[in-house]
């Protein structure tokens, strides 16, 4: 059973950048598919961006697009999410998610998850 760590995040202001971690514990990574979704608050669960085995096909929230980058090292079982000009609407808490075989939005596709990190971001 994978277990999924976050890091990273806290106290940002409007225009900064901050970088999330994921590490995998108990399981490698090469055979799935991963992923990060937020939960702003008061709101449900959100897509965010998804990342092939391999790493060569990504996938993101038209929200975070051209803003956003996921990335993974397969061989440090760890997944990244760079967040580049953030602004207030980014606020929420993080989480890494373990899918399948492919990329997708959809969190019914994801069977393994971290205990989310906050990202707060300050107008």
């Known amino acids: 059973q994978v277990q999924l760590v976050e890091s990273g995040g806290g106290l940002v202001q409007a225009g900064g950048s901050t970088r999330l971690s994921c590490t995998a514990s108990?399981?490698?990574?090469?055979?799935?598919?991963m992923a990060w979704f937020r939960q702003p608050p008061g709101k449900g669960r959100e897509f965010v961006a998804s990342?092939?085995?391999?790493?060569?096909?990504?996938y993101y929230a038209d929200s975070v697009k051209g803003r956003f980058t996921i990335s993974r090292d397969n061989p440090k079982s760890m997944v990244s999410l760079q967040m580049n000009k953030l602004n207030p609407e980014d606020t929420g808490v993080y989480y890494c998610?373990?899918?399948?075989?492919?990329?997708?939005?959809?969190?019914?596709?994801?069977?393994?998850w971290g205990q989310g990190t906050q990202v707060t971001v300050s107008s």
């Open positions: 998610a373990k899918g399948k075989w492919r990329v997708s939005p959809n969190p019914g596709e994801f069977d393994s």
């Open positions: 108990g399981d490698t990574l090469w055979s799935y598919a």
């Open positions: 990342i092939s085995r391999s790493g060569a096909t990504t």
